[in-house]
């Protein structure tokens, strides 16, 4: 099962990788460089700290723009634009180091170019993972990132010592700009699955990424822990260089050793993540950011130095764990149309929360000490955490309507939320010839040869398919090149929901990038031939035609915290292409009723 769901056996993953770690290394050589440049410059600290809040400004100002941006705009060109303008800025500025006319102005100025071009970058780099890989590798992808971030912390800095004792600041500048060009050419060979952009209004787009975010309660809950385990956790993280001399006695010594543990803790919580050791949820992350806030207030109190080594390990791995995974789950929560301004309004906290706990925690020690202050924040953080565990009880039928969408589109009519009927299996596949939206007509005779037949009834309007709608197309990518025919059928009376027409049923498979043929029954006579009582209801027969799996996709609802995978379907799959039995204890899938034509509704229906 790891080995099924490891990103490291993608392609497009590795490629990106492979560019991504390069240019990670070489981050982080620019940003001990810049600090150690400006201090030559000035040996002011407070020009060393304009110049640091200038590379973290831009995203804390203009992360919604960034993320709105991001929606727009099609992400592998933005990356590979957004690449090439920060190995300008790089090479100018090693130019202009080496030519000595740098002062302290321009480096400020170059800085905030810098930070401008990181800030838009950071929504596109994390939208486009979940579009390299399938959502079974999502988990891994994002873990194995973690795992190359921190790695970087260690390695960029010591590369960054060696080569500005040697070469100077420019030197380092300039291995930053070449450390581009691994990830440009990583992106200009990688696939990318297809996005469809988003229309309308720039200030229209960023206000509806705002609302998602607030308004759909799973994201809301991720958003908050993020931001409290930013400023409390990472914002305390920010006064090591404090604890080890001041609480410890230990000196550069000691926070070597702090700083090693933390890395070592961040490194093995990826690991743990990456080979899905550790089971994801919510409450999980809620957990563990009250472990965090424990955490902080233990290092305020540690005794020892070697208590406090253990303590910071302990931080180290916690924090990453609900860092990376509460990525993870926001990724397999929102929907692709809004990923960029989501994933912008997390870097927003994750980053802003960080710089604000630091600079906090660092006022405040400065007042009433480290013990105190530790203390304060980690109490803050676990009793502000631990309230996150409750969430409303979704009602049957209850969803989040898509913020794009005008007002009046986003109300939901009445839904009867019903259970599938479970045809009894080894029935045999009714036979059907339906035309899709251009009149092509198609039926199971048309693929004779096929290993297996997947029957899919779904709509477009229904806020259980819109739920499922990108794993729908990612079926259609995994198991159509493996013999296994798919089609789908939408039997809604569509001239009571026009949302169900067959134009908008040609827009809905274009804009989701559906494989398979998308059907109208017209008459709902296939809809009652195979007993579909909702949608999505799914019937999975083998070669010879024999149902052997009708039931849900998986455990994923709209407003639920779990996130959508297909795994019972997927599974039921998986078990039909290698030959072995599927197992009869399937649990039924749950979605909005069939839209039946007046007079026309089956028996079982009400």
């Not at 303008?85 to 090693?94: E, K």
């Not at 979704?394 to 009445?414: C, N, V």
């Not at 994923?556 to 599927?582: F, H, I």
Request: with cysteine.
């Amino acid at each position: 099962m790891v080995m099924q769901t490891s990103a490291l056996r993608n392609r497009n993953y590795l490629l990106f990788l492979a560019g991504n770690t390069v240019s990670l290394h070489g981050l982080w050589v620019y940003r001990v460089a810049l600090g150690w440049y400006a201090w030559q410059l000035t040996e002011s600290e407070l020009w060393v700290g304009v110049v640091a809040f200038t590379q973290f400004f831009p995203i804390l100002l203009f992360a919604p723009l960034f993320g709105a941006l991001a929606d727009r705009f099609d992400r592998k060109r933005s990356a590979v634009a957004i690449n090439a303008v920060s190995a300008a800025i790089m090479s100018l500025l090693a130019a202009c180091t080496a030519a000595g006319v740098v002062d302290i102005y321009l480096l400020c100025t170059f800085s905030l170019a810098q930070g401008i071009a990181e800030g838009a970058h950071t929504p596109v780099r994390l939208a486009l993972v979940p579009n390299l890989v399938p959502r079974e590798q999502l988990r891994s992808a994002m873990a194995t990132n973690s795992i190359a971030f921190n790695v970087s912390r260690f390695v960029g800095p010591a590369l960054a010592g060696v080569l500005i004792a040697l070469y100077g600041s420019a030197a380092a500048f300039a291995f930053n700009a070449l450390s581009y060009l691994p990830a440009l050419a990583a992106l200009i060979l990688i696939r990318v699955a297809p996005f469809a952009p988003v229309r309308g209004r720039l200030g229209s787009n960023i206000s509806a990424g705002v609302r998602y975010a607030v308004t759909h309660g799973p994201v809301r809950r991720l958003m908050a822990l993020v931001g409290l385990a930013s400023l409390f956790g990472r914002g305390t993280l920010e006064l090591l260089p404090a604890f080890a001399e001041a609480a410890f006695g230990r000196g550069a010594t000691g926070l070597a050793t702090l700083t090693s543990a933390a890395g070592a803790g961040a490194v093995l919580a990826g690991v743990v993540l990456s080979r899905g050791l550790a089971e994801l949820g919510i409450r999980r992350i809620v957990a563990g950011t009250v472990l965090i806030g424990a955490l902080v207030a233990a290092l305020g109190l540690a005794p020892s130095f070697w208590y406090g080594v253990a303590v910071v390990v302990l931080l180290g791995f916690t924090l990453t764990f609900c860092g990376v995974g509460a990525q993870i789950l926001l990724q397999s929560l929102i929907e692709d149309e809004v990923r960029g301004r989501v994933s912008s309004l997390w870097g927003m906290l994750a980053f802003g929360g960080t710089a604000l706990g630091g600079l906090l925690a660092g006022a405040a020690a400065d007042r009433w000490g480290l013990a105190a202050t530790s203390l304060a924040a980690g109490t803050a953080c676990l009793l502000l955490a631990a309230p996150l565990a409750k969430r409303r009880r979704p009602a049957p039928g209850d969803a989040r309507p898509h913020p794009d969408l005008p007002r009046k589109a986003r109300e939901i009519s009445t839904m009867v939320a019903v259970e599938s009927q479970m045809l009894p299996l080894g029935t045999e596949a009714p036979s059907f010839s339906l035309p899709d939206p251009d009149g092509r007509r198609h039926s199971l005779d048309d693929v004779p040869d096929a290993r297996a037949y997947l029957v899919m009834f779904i709509c477009n309007h229904c806020p259980f398919v819109k739920h499922v709608r990108h794993e729908l197309a990612r079926l259609g990518d995994d198991y159509l090149p493996q013999g296994v025919a798919i089609f789908a059928i939408n039997s809604n009376d569509y001239e009571r929901h026009p949302d169900d027409s067959p134009e908008r049923m040609r827009e809905e498979a274009q804009r989701y990038g559906y494989r398979f043929p998308y059907l109208i029954d017209r008459d709902q006579s296939v809809a009652k031939a195979y007993r579909a009582a909702c949608t999505p209801d799914f019937f999975l027969f083998d070669a010879e035609r024999r149902l052997v799996y009708r039931g849900q996709l998986d455990d994923s609802r709209p407003s639920n915290d779990k996130p959508v995978t297909g795994a019972d379907l997927r599974a039921a799959l998986d078990a039909v292409l290698q030959g072995r039995e599927v197992p009869k204890d399937q649990k039924p899938s749950i979605g909005c009723n069939i839209k039946w034509r007046p007079g026309n509704a089956p028996e079982w229906f009400g």
